[in-house]
């Protein structure tokens, strides 16, 4: 496949005179890192490796919905899609009078699409997992207090220059007025991409570690969240939502800059961190910019970084969704527009009618689908190289110090379904059934055997407790 990167026919993962086994993906780590750079620097290889890690991922999240219970009634409903049922929606599309009710089969197509893809690395539906968690973070500890943009100004850093090869000496960088024309440079990052990811996930990390985490420069800081974004040139830059480790809420802080002495607390705070003007009113603080080019910085981090950054401090809740909105539809949107997904689900869907499927199981049909309509978008998609480099050597798509874990509802419904039909022949519980025009009903045998019916039907809600060292509580309601 790559004459010109293994010439000598061996070294490839597939090596079955290898004694110890590596997996493929840690294979390629090795291989991106390698003393002479020529897989980094090679123009297709690293997206060819990332297309064989991903569709691997695509077959089995679509044999793993296969196995769902409901995917047999979606099944059906897929299987009877039509080339024309696409045509008719795009038509529809571009006289901007789509509505989903029209043929509800194609959303269902389209969820089982966005299914496959949620959980392959890189994807975009991937990414949209990162909103779920800011807002379960936003759920946890409040509205986030502060809002950073880094940009790292690789073609400017001798940092990315040392990781692509070139030789120089880091003590005496400054001596030797820094090698290179700024030409020269942006091609040197332009043709290295897992170098230019090195150094962005290198600096980012050093920065979290030394200046916001714990007792950082922007005060004491109890969580923070920030997501990778590519330009449009490809270089990577971080949005981050950062949780100050106080209990005031923005409807508090309005409150409370109407006393003098917190007003002047305040301000002397927003005057360490962020070097901008600011005006004092009876009850309002309004900031204003000092140049009309020059953002809002953090003199400590602008020295540390030595790039382009922002700082917004978060007054109201508006703010806060707003920003909140802004990092994950920015990081989740996809480069495809709608009209673009249902045109590359019909191409798809031309392929399985046109192909030669022997199978006449209707949700072996389905699934072929779905998979098929996943890599025609999937191969649409744009990543760029060092987002595509960060991904094969294992750095992060969002940096945050909160740990996540997933609770699949449908599961924890069945199994406390499975609790109450036991509990309930324990403790003398029966469910009677009632008329047809009736819910079902509670009945309960008192001591006397007698049976005491209750009307209402059990449900179970959550509910969020006051002390946030617990757990949120899940409550039954009879």
């Given at each position: ?5 293994f010439p000598y026919g061996v070294g490839g993962s597939e090596d079955t005179s290898r004694k110890t086994k590596v997996s493929f993906k ?96 890189g994807s975009d539906h991937s990414r949209a997992e990162l909103r779920i968690e800011i807002h379960s973070l936003i759920y946890k500890l ?333 409550q039954r309601v009879t």
């Amino acid at each position: 496949l790559f004459p010109t990167l293994f010439p000598y026919g061996v070294g490839g993962s597939e090596d079955t005179s290898r004694k110890t086994k590596v997996s493929f993906k840690k294979h390629v780590e090795y291989l991106l890192s390698y003393h002479d750079r020529r897989f980094e620097e090679h123009y297709s290889f690293m997206y060819a490796v990332f297309n064989m890690i991903q569709r691997p991922d695509a077959c089995q999240q679509a044999r793993l919905i296969v196995s769902r219970p409901y995917f047999k009634d979606y099944a059906s409903q897929i299987q009877s899609l039509t080339t024309k049922d696409l045509r008719v929606a795009l038509t529809s599309i571009v006289s901007k009078t789509y509505s989903s009710k029209a043929n509800p089969r194609l959303d269902i197509l389209l969820k089982q699409v966005k299914a496959v893809a949620g959980h392959v690395m890189g994807s975009d539906h991937s990414r949209a997992e990162l909103r779920i968690e800011i807002h379960s973070l936003i759920y946890k500890l409040g509205l986030p207090s502060i809002f950073i943009t880094i940009n790292p100004a690789d073609i400017h850093s001798p940092m990315p220059m040392y990781f692509a090869g070139v030789n120089m000496d880091i003590d005496e960088i400054l001596s030797n007025n820094f090698p290179l024309t700024v030409r020269k440079r942006a091609e040197l990052i332009a043709s290295h991409p897992a170098a230019t990811a090195k150094f962005f996930n290198h600096l980012i990390q050093t920065v979290i570690d030394t200046m916001i985490s714990g007792e950082g420069v922007l005060g004491s800081t109890k969580a923070y969240y920030g997501t990778v974004e590519s330009s449009g040139r490809g270089s990577l830059h971080l949005h981050m939502l950062i949780w100050l480790d106080h209990e005031y809420a923005p409807a508090d802080v309005k409150q409370m800059i109407k006393d003098k002495e917190f007003r002047k607390n305040l301000i002397e705070y927003l005057e360490d961190i962020n070097k901008e003007d600011l005006d004092q009113f009876q009850s309002v603080i309004e900031m204003r910019r000092n140049h009309p080019w020059i953002n809002n910085f953090n003199e400590w981090l602008t020295t540390a970084i030595r790039c382009n950054m922002d700082i917004k401090y978060i007054w109201s809740a508006s703010d806060a969704k707003a920003l909140v909105y802004y990092i994950t539809d920015y990081v989740t949107k996809s480069s495809l527009s709608f009209y673009d997904t249902y045109s590359l689900m019909l191409k798809g869907l031309e392929s399985i009618e046109n192909s030669d499927i022997r199978t006449t199981d209707v949700q072996e049909r389905s699934r072929r689908l779905a998979l098929r309509c996943y890599n025609t978008i999937a191969s649409q998609q744009e990543l760029s190289g060092p987002q595509a480099a960060s991904y094969l050597m294992g750095w992060p798509d969002h940096y945050t110090n909160e740990k996540f874990v997933k609770l699949f509802l449908i599961g924890i419904e069945c199994h406390l379904q499975l609790c109450l039909d036991e509990f309930k022949p324990k403790n003398n519980l029966q469910l009677a059934t009632t008329d047809i025009d009736e819910e079902p009903a509670i009945v309960e045998i008192d001591g006397a055997g007698n049976k005491v019916i209750e009307k209402e039907e059990e449900q179970f809600i959550l509910e969020r407790t006051n002390d946030k060292t617990k757990a949120p509580l899940i409550q039954r309601v009879t």
